[in-house]
């Protein structure tokens, strides 16, 4: 398959150090505990002896908003059981802030190169990457007569692709490459020619599953005297290491691609934090929006007094 372009999800920079479950926790539990902390102190008998005013819900969920982004909010007025749910949850902010600030850090000066997939598993479970393999192939054979469900997935997901895009079972190779480098497509083949087509190709990747293991072989008539000369020797060489020093050095490599081995420092640019302007943008468009209904609510409150006035006078 193709690698990603890393800025295309710039935008998420802000969000990715956390997963969308943990960021709705947080979230659930800013209000949970918000109204937890208003009801107690509220049910203070040591609040209503000393006669303060109980803080509202809204001047407890902004107190705790503050905690939350490290920004605090003065001095907690409640009561000391409302004080002992602050102090908690001061500490659950610590934690918070120091493993966000770390992951961030190293979400904006690494740039991973991440598979959205490794095997077939999660190839079947996505609705973004379509795949095929080369038509005819015993690939083919193995996935439509397969008993395992995973594989009949596969055979199923390249039938219902080829209705509308015949290339996926294409005789030829070069046509699937191709593909994957137009992206949103993934080849599946064997990985000794895979890796001899991708091998000038930064941009491609392989799975690091494997689906099934294929072995090639010498075809030699039934009862060749030559079969146990072909074995021997083969083996020889395998066991001497000499097939693997032929592999090394006539073997395409993709160890010197662009930039793998250099180290340098990245420098933040406005890409990298697209993310802290739109939440800027979402606060401004939030401010407006919010001004607009309190204007109203003043005219109509206005408006509905002097109708008020205009009728006792009359």
Known sequence: MAKEDPNTKKWRTYI????????????AGLLIVATCTSLLDRMSPFRMKIDQQPWTFLNVLWYLY??????????FQ???????????????CVVLTATYTGNLVAFLAVTKDALPFQGVEGMIKQDVYTWGVVGGASWVTMFQLSSLPVFKAVYEGMVRFNRTDPDVLSLDQKVHIDKVLRGNYVHIGDRS???????????????SAEIQPVQYS??????????DLFSQKIMAMHENGLL??????????????????????KVISLVDIQSAFYLLGVGFVLAFVSIMFEVTLYVVKVFWRKQEHNKNAG
């Open 244 to 265: 693997s020093f032929w592999k090394r050095r006539r073997w395409p490599s993709r160890d010197f691609c662009p930039g793998k081995l250099q180290s340098y420092t």
């Open 193 to 207: 020619q895979i890796q001899v087509k991708t091998a000038n190709e930064c941009s491609l990747f392989t799975g």
């Open 66 to 75: 503050g905690a939350l982004i490290g920004r605090g909010g003065g001095s």
């Open 78 to 92: 409640g009561s000391h059981v409302a004080k002992i749910v602050v102090g908690s949850w001061w500490i659950f």
């Open 218 to 227: 010498f075809g030699l008539p039934n009862g060749s005297p030559l079969t």
């Open 16 to 27: 990715d150090p956390f997963h969308w479950i943990l960021i709705v926790s947080i979230g």
